[in-house]
């Protein structure tokens, strides 16, 4: 019998079947004395996950309910196997970096002020957002109060299975698409990581959505901010340890780019960082996964791989250290 601990909150997520020879054990937030278990369903809070690691014993499996899996090891060390979700943020995720997106170039931040204010006349201060955030001096009639997404070129970085989902997304609008991972492939076109500073001028919107390893840290640092055009937008939908964030808050009060972030370094961000009151920014609260169906399509990510290694079949979700794609 595999004995298979997983959170007691998700006990309504469980799957009508269980595979055949799985002992399913809850697992209280806070855990006494020890539990041997053969297979660990993470928490969706990884932290509960570490504070409840030392109470457990015989772990061989950690399927983790996360697409990113960057504090796992240090925790279990080498011989504990680790699973990601791969899958269940991919629609979530995908469709809040298309609303980060679409709420920047409408200029939704600055709307949001007009409207608390009750100033109907200050609509014309959008006309002078886009005249100072992209550097078109030129005076156009009518004023330009929003931005088209149509047409517009973007650089994405990382191109997994959420990247993927964005650029379903993303094809009603005719963007120019550049793909960008850790290799470069043909098809579809991919450019590897060793582009980067190349592709960089030519982007109106970077989107990053690519692991946090030691190779992807402060990937996007000063000297590759000075490489964007004026007006570039930053999404992040990936890891703040991404983006080194002095670097960001000083681009971003220059004027020089715009961001819309759901992950920051350090999160959480604290109260009085200067990236909260940075011009031109969106700034969400890791809410990139956080849907009514995450619950639901996490564990069922976990049960499926969890049927294949009772079967002694292959693990798809198996992470492989430095895979940065």
């Not at 949001?112 to 957002?129: P, Y």
Request: aromatic share 4%; hydrophobic share 45%.
């Amino acid at each position: 019998m595999i004995r298979v601990g997983y959170p007691e909150k998700l006990a309504f997520a469980l799957p009508a079947e269980i595979p055949a020879g799985v002992e399913l054990v809850p697992l209280a937030d806070h855990l006494e004395g020890t539990v041997e278990l053969d297979v660990l369903i993470g928490d969706p809070y990884y932290s509960r996950t570490i504070a409840k690691w030392p109470h457990l014993r015989g772990v061989k499996l950690l399927l983790a309910l996360l697409a990113g899996t960057e504090w796992a090891p240090p925790l279990v060390g080498p011989t504990v196997t680790i699973c990601n979700a791969r899958g269940a943020h991919t629609i979530a995720t995908a469709e809040w970096a298309l609303t980060a997106m679409l709420s920047m170039l409408k200029y939704i931040p600055l709307h949001a002020e007009i409207q608390k204010s009750g100033q109907w006349k200050r609509r014309f201060e959008l006309a002078k957002h886009y005249a100072e955030v992209t550097g078109d001096k030129r005076e156009l009639e009518p004023p330009v109060l929003q931005e088209e997404l149509h047409g517009k070129k973007i650089l994405m970085v990382g191109h997994g299975s959420i990247g993927q989902e964005i650029e379903k997304l993303l094809a009603p609008f005719e963007v120019k698409l550049t793909r960008v991972a850790r290799s470069a492939r043909e098809t579809p076109k991919v450019h590897a990581i060793a582009e980067l500073d190349a592709l960089l001028p030519e982007a109106e919107i970077v989107v990053l959505i690519l692991p946090a390893t030691e190779e992807t840290r402060n990937l996007i640092d000063a000297r590759r901010l000075k490489l964007m055009k004026q007006g570039t937008l930053i999404v992040n939908a990936a890891r703040g340890t991404i983006i080194d964030t002095d670097a960001l808050v000083a681009a971003l009060q220059a004027g020089h780019v715009r961001a819309a972030l759901d992950v920051t370094e350090p999160e959480p961000l604290p109260e009085g960082h200067a990236l909260w009151h940075c011009p031109n920014v969106l700034v969400t609260t890791h809410i990139g996964g956080s849907t009514p169906m995450f619950a639901r399509r996490a564990v069922r990510v976990a049960f499926e791989e969890l049927a294949r290694y009772v079967k002694g079949e292959p693990l798809e979700n198996e992470v492989q250290l430095g895979n940065s794609d």
